[in-house]
């Protein structure tokens, strides 16, 4: 590890938000949550911004401004990816006054019996999209974000391909069953972030495990991954040690924390101890 000192964010990166997920390490709030925020060809955002996530946003050194989020994207409803959308929307709309922003949510999250963006908050938004699997989402200066379908337990969710000319294309993979298009559809991206709640596969549960990330890893093999959403890992006391050692051959694989960033240039990843003073809060991987 190298001590950064006067961290700035690189030019295209990922930083963490929250890296907990599911229900027990998010009440525990055993790690943060909240979802990350990426800023890449010049538009910045949020995905899955759940419990704490605009909280940490405000408090993110060096600084991040929701307020200068070009779009809020859901990955799925689950409460553990979605609570904070609402205020993240205003935040976006500058409190409802400005039409500006864009808003990408399955149909189930907007709509039918339980929506979790709140009708009032749709109304603020000038442009909302629902994806649909393979159909690229145009998020602004020349970003796409091409949905993949997963399964997740009855709800509609999607991973995306994000691309956009002259950089790295890099994905996001949710909440899902492993699916076995997913090697061929991540094909092209560098980087990959992956939800890996479990250690070793359920095959009753639609959460990829992290067994079946370095499986799917190791046929994608893209330059860098991070694991992320750690729910069991967290909450019991022998899934930490399955948070280390997780390199395939040519894949250079870590688990998340709290406040990483990723450059999605150059991939290297850089934690960020919160304790510290801001000047040396980061270290290189
Ligand atoms: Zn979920």
């Known amino acids: 590890m190298t001590k950064i000192e006067n961290f700035s964010y690189p030019e295209n990166f990922i930083k963490y938000l929250g890296t907990s997920g599911g229900r027990f390490s998010m009440i525990r709030q055993v790690r943060s949550t909240g979802g990350l925020w990426f800023r890449y060809g010049g538009i910045q955002g949020v995905i899955d911004p759940g419990p704490g996530s605009l909280a940490h946003i405000c408090a993110a050194r060096p600084e991040l401004a929701a307020d200068e989020a070009d779009f809020v994207l859901l990955t799925h409803k689950h409460l553990d990816h979605s609570t904070d959308a609402n205020v993240l929307i205003e935040c976006m709309t500058h409190g409802g006054f400005d039409e500006r922003g864009l808003l990408v949510a399955p149909r189930d999250a907007l709509a039918g019996d339980d929506p979790v963006i709140l009708k009032y908050s749709q109304k603020r ?24 379908a997963h399964v997740h337990h009855g709800v509609e969710c999607f991973g995306y391909i994000f691309r956009r000319e002259g950089l790295n294309d890099w994905g996001i993979i949710s909440d899902s069953r492993l699916m076995p298009y997913f090697a061929e559809r991540y094909q092209s991206c560098r980087f990959l972030s992956l939800n890996a709640t479990f250690p070793n596969a359920k095959s009753r549960l639609d959460h990829m495990s992290i067994e079946e990330a370095r499986q799917l890893l190791t ?51 850089y934690r960020e101890r919160r304790g510290e003073p801001a000047a040396v809060r980061y270290e290189k991987e």
């Open 219 to 269: 046929e994608l093999h893209p330059q860098a991954a991070v694991l992320t959403h750690l729910g069991a890992m967290l909450t019991s006391p022998e899934g930490e040690h399955f948070l280390t050692g997780l390199d395939t051959k040519e894949t250079h694989i870590v688990a998340a924390e709290d406040g990483m960033v990723v450059d999605l240039d150059s991939l290297a990843i």
């Open 125 to 148: 938004v000038p442009r909302i999209v629902s994806p649909a699997d393979g159909q690229p989402v145009g998020l602004g200066r020349g970003v796409t974000a091409e949905p993949v």
